[in-house]
Structure formats: C-alpha cells, structure tokens
T-cell receptor, first 117, second 112 residues
Framework: GAVVSQHPSWVICKSGTSVKIECRSL??????MFWYRQFPKQSLMLMAT?????????EQGVEKDKFLINHASLTLSTLTVTSAHPEDSSFYIC?????????????FGPGTRLTVL | GENVEQHPSTLSVQEGDSAVIKCTYS??????FPWYKQELGKRPQLIID?????GEKKDQRIAVTLNKTAKHFSLHITETQPEDSAVYFC???????????FGKGTSLLVTP
C-alpha cells in the first residue's frame, strides 16, 4: 500500500492566490521530508528539506518566503506556494527517507500538479 | 554540491534489444545510487539501487553497475519490452543529507 500520500493530487488556482500542499507519511514517523519540483519534460529538482522541530532548509535559488514549509508533526509536512504565478505551475512531489526503516529507499508521494492561471 | 550527469537524453531500441543508460556523479561522498522509472504524471518508481560498497546488482532483466573510482554508474535493461518505455532517472545521495540529486533523465522508447 501507499507509504506517502499527498493532497491535493491536482489544483488550479488564480494568479496571486496561495496554495497549500500536504505530504503525509502513512507508515512511519519522519523527522525529515523532502520537497521536489518537476517542470514538464525536466528532472526532479530538490527545493527544500522539511525538518520536524526546526526551520526548513532551502536549496539555492528557492525563495523561502514564497515556498513556506511547515513540518507540523512527525507524519505531516506542508508546502504553501504563496502569491502563486503561472511560472510556479509545476509538479510538486514530496519524499520521505526510509532511514527510520533502516533503508536507503526514498518513498515518494504521488505528486501534486499545480496549474496557476 | 553533487552534480549528476545522465546520458543519453533519448534512447530508442527495438523490442528484445538491450538498453544502457549511463550516469556520472561528482561528490565522492555519495554512497547510494538509485534508478527510477517515471511514467507521465506519476511518481518516480524505484527499479533498482546500489550502494557504494557493491560493484554490481541484478534483478531479472535489470542490472546496475558502479565504478566508484571513475564515479560512474550504469543501468542495463536486457530483453526490452514496449512496457519498458518511460523516462528513467538516475540519482545519488550521501549520508550527510539523504536528499537525492537526480540526473536529467533518459526517455526510453521500445518499439515492437
């Protein structure tokens, strides 16, 4: 069964609005989760690391004030795209490292397709 | 930071032939190298992975080889089938962060 869930699976919003995406680890607790972004026909790019109990760490070039990350609990991380614009339209995927299970495997969520009009 | 290069970007083979995709990495601290298959609009699916203390790993028609000295690893798919058509990504990570650094992907087309 699914190990990581994401909600919503797709969302369409107007430019200037904010969108929240949830990532849940269903089977085990996760002190760390990762957020990736994938533009059409491109690779997955790490945006940020979500840390339970501390601030998220962002990759170079990712605006922390635009992409707000909150690791609300040991099983939930949220990504809020604030004041979304068409260039933010992308596929957002979270992952949970399997360290808690003693494995190197990363468990990916099903992704969220964001379209900003 | 880690830089993962992947080649080729597109690969077309006939059904039954073999396909090889190659990746190089830059960070000598990287010690985990997974390969993913991604179909359009879906999450990446792990197909095989290898750790740096192993030189080769095989799972039925899929194999991965790793050359730590040269910092490159390769995916080998034998007896390809049309359902193998997808985009394949290599990735690398280390114990310092566990986040994955992905290659740019290879679009594999297997024609009947």
């Amino acid at each position: 069964g699914a190990v990581v869930s994401q909600h919503p699976s797709w969302v369409i919003c107007k430019s200037g609005t904010s969108v929240k995406i949830e990532c849940r680890s269903l089977d085990f607790q996760a002190t760390t989760m990762f957020w990736y972004r994938q533009f059409p026909k491109q690779s997955l790019m790490l945006m940020a690391t979500s840390n339970e109990g501390s601030k998220a760490t962002y990759e170079q070039g990712v605006e922390k004030d635009k992409f707000l990350i909150n690791h609300a609990s040991l099983t939930l991380s949220t990504l809020t795209v604030t004041s979304a614009h068409p260039e933010d339209s992308s596929f957002y995927i979270c992952s949970v490292p399997g360290r808690a299970r003693g494995t190197d495997t990363q468990y990916f969520g099903p992704g969220t397709r964001l379209t900003v009009l | 930071g880690e830089n993962v290069e992947q080649h080729p970007s597109t690969l077309s083979v006939q059904e039954g032939d073999s396909a090889v995709i190659k990746c190089t990495y830059s960070d000598s601290a990287s010690n985990y190298f997974p390969w993913y298959k991604q179909e359009l609009g879906k999450r990446p699916q792990l197909i095989i992975d290898i750790r740096s203390n192993v030189g080769e790993k095989k799972d039925q028609r899929i194999a991965v080889t790793l050359n730590k000295t040269a910092k490159h690893f390769s995916l080998h798919i034998t007896e390809t089938q049309p359902e193998d058509s997808a985009v394949y990504f290599c990735a690398a990570s280390s114990n310092s962060g566990y986040a994955l650094n992905f290659g740019k992907g290879t679009s594999l087309l297997v024609t009947p």
